[in-house]
């Protein structure tokens, strides 16, 4: 009787959430975990955010809006678009979703038929393959090498192309490796698709956390025809420290947003009005503590990264975007005598007490993702417990 459906038996639970929900129970139990697991920002969100949600529900704002998202929500996201990228979207070329994460799954809900192949670069977002998997779609995953910033050359991305492909998903600034892709890799990336006639997911979510002077492009601000392959991906969750407010959205092809809202109207029915009316606020108001945010990450990493390479057997490329180090541990993991990184994760959290997320479920066995997001004190303490347990055992 309750069997479950075909499309659910290989869905795998979150990397992410496992440990968080592993470290969690420690520290229930009274042990001193040091969570290094977390996937937001550990920023409360703005106060004018809050104060004009809470404003648009005593003014009576608590109703149904359209299933796209109200006009005025999609007004701020084109006044941002214009602002960043000076890209000009029609409200009917955007949709408000619950979450980029929902944008992403209704998207490809949309797009795929049983079969169509989805190009994923690793190390990917783990949400990637499951959602292609669960629209009927065929995840291609192809190897970001480190050599390369973990980032897939237009020579990989042609080969990985079949009769099959319909889309490719680009995600930069990415979690997990920090990694941007400049303007010329864009532009080599783009003409590839262009060629090939494959459609860009472009996942944006951390557009404003960059670092080191560096700037983030978006595929779709290089051409008119780019423009018109993408489907950009973006949200408020990082930017504005929104995760709990569930709003995202994507821009691009009339038709392909007139079906993902066509959907969302039988699944959703809308975002929730007051965090809408909380993004307007976010978008039209002022920046500044987007920017105090990002600083602040900033001066994390370049206190942290240091301490962090100096652990025999960790190299780590420096991230230039998002809130997450990417070491390569495997030697450190070799050193201590585990076969896997997954098993030296698991001993790190069990022994060192420090809660890390293994890169196997990035696609990327020899890292592990440590999220920034946390205080420095927590930080420099979880480094030393794993430089300190690695020389210990070594
Ligand atoms: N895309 C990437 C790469 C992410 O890391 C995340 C969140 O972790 C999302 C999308 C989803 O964000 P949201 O909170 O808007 O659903």
């Given at each position: 009787k309750f069997t479950l459906a075909d499309r659910v038996s290989a869905l795998t639970p979150s990397t992410t959430l496992a440990i968080t929900a592993k470290a969690k129970e420690m520290k229930s139990q009274g042990i001193d975990v040091i969570g290094l697991g977390?996937?937001?920002?550990?920023?409360?969100?703005?106060?004018?955010?809050?104060?004009?949600?809470?404003?648009?529900?005593?003014?009576?704002h608590t109703k149904y809006t359209p299933s796209g998202g109200m006009a005025k929500l999609k007004e701020a996201i084109i006044h941002k678009f214009e602002t960043d990228q000076h890209l000009t979207y029609k409200p009917s070329e955007l949709i408000v979703?619950?979450?980029?994460?929902?944008?992403?799954?209704?998207?490809?809900?949309?797009?795929?038929?049983?079969?169509?192949?989805?190009?994923?670069?690793?190390?990917?977002?783990?949400?990637?393959?499951?959602?292609?998997?669960?629209?009927g779609g065929t995840p291609v995953i192809?190897?970001?090498?480190?050599?390369?910033?973990?980032?897939?050359t237009p020579q990989q991305l042609e080969e990985s192309v079949t009769s099959k492909t319909k889309a490719v998903i680009l995600n930069t600034p990415s979690n997990p490796t920090g990694m941007l892709y400049s303007r010329e890799e864009l532009g080599a990336i783009g003409e590839v698709c262009l060629e090939k006639g494959i459609m860009i997911v472009s996942d944006e979510i951390y557009e404003k956390l960059v670092y080191g002077g560096n700037?983030?492009?978006?595929?779709a601000e290089l051409s008119k025809e780019l423009k018109e392959q993408t489907i950009v991906i973006n949200g408020v969750s990082k930017s504005h420290s929104m995760t709990g407010w569930r709003i995202g959205y994507a821009a691009g092809n009339e038709s392909v947003i007139k079906a993902m809202t066509n959907l969302a109207s039988h699944s959703t029915s809308n975002p929730t009005t007051t965090s809408q009316y909380g993004t307007v606020a976010a978008y039209m108001g002022d920046q500044m503590p987007v920017e105090e945010m990002r600083e602040a990450f900033e001066e994390r990493l370049n206190i942290v990264f240091d301490k962090l390479n100096r652990?025999?057997?960790?190299?780590?490329?420096?991230?230039?975007?998002?809130?997450?180090?990417?070491?390569?541990?495997?030697e450190a993991a070799k050193k201590t005598g585990y076969h896997t990184v997954d098993e030296f994760t698991k001993a790190l959290l069990e022994e060192a007490k420090v809660a890390v997320i293994p890169g196997s479920g990035f696609g990327s066995e020899n890292n592990i993702r440590l999220s920034y997001a946390t205080s420095l004190d927590a930080l420099e303490e979880a480094i030393g417990r794993m430089q300190k347990f690695v020389e210990d055992k070594s």
């Open positions: 977390a996937g937001e920002p550990d920023f409360n969100t703005p106060e004018h955010i809050i104060k004009a949600a809470y404003e648009s529900m005593t003014e009576g979703t619950s979450g980029a994460k929902h944008a992403l799954y209704t998207l490809f809900q949309v797009l795929l038929n049983e079969g169509d192949e989805v190009i994923i670069p690793t190390p990917y977002w783990v949400s990637y393959p499951e959602q292609v998997k669960l629209a192809v190897e970001g090498k480190e050599e390369n910033e973990y980032k897939i700037t983030h492009t978006s595929i652990i025999p057997g960790f190299h780590c490329l420096k991230p230039q975007g998002a809130f997450y180090l990417f070491p390569n541990v495997s």
